[in-house]
Nanobody, 122 residues
Framework: QLQLVESGGGEVQAGGSLQLSCAAS????????IGWFRQAPGKGREGVSY????????DYTDSVKGRFTVSRDNAKNTVYLQMNSLQPEDTAVYYC???????????????WGQGTQVTVSS
């Protein structure tokens, strides 16, 4: 089993920044692609970003391109999501996911974290 724990959420004003972390334990973390997802109140889950196991490739949903950056430190078993220029529409619970696969988008695997709340006020 792979355990994922997100942290770094909080409340910021529009234009602010947050860095989310996804810490993994239990299995060989560096073999897994990692995706970030979010779910806003009353809305479905949305894929936000993705990173290859070695960090060589990333992808972002259009609404966050140029504002969010995903990275990973396999020595620390951690993936990061740097979020800049945050807007109220970024308000959601953010989840990381592992063991999925990527085609033209990242399809989630079976491992999910518990989520971390991000709230952006106008």
């Amino acid at each position: 089993q792979l355990q994922l724990v997100e942290s770094g959420g909080g409340e910021v004003q529009a234009g602010g920044s947050l860095q989310l972390s996804c810490a993994a334990s239990g299995l060989a973390f560096d073999g897994y692609p990692i995706g970030w997802f979010r779910q806003a109140p009353g809305k479905g889950r949305e894929g936000v970003s993705y990173i290859e196991p070695d960090g060589s490739s990333t992808d972002y949903t259009d609404s966050v391109k140029g504002r969010f950056t995903v990275s990973r430190d396999n020595a620390k078993n951690t993936v990061y999501l740097q979020m800049n220029s945050l807007q109220p529409e970024d308000t959601a619970v953010y989840y990381c996911n592992a063991d999925g696969y990527y085609t033209t988008t990242y399809h989630p695997g079976k491992y999910w974290g518990q989520g971390t709340q991000v709230t952006v006020s106008s």
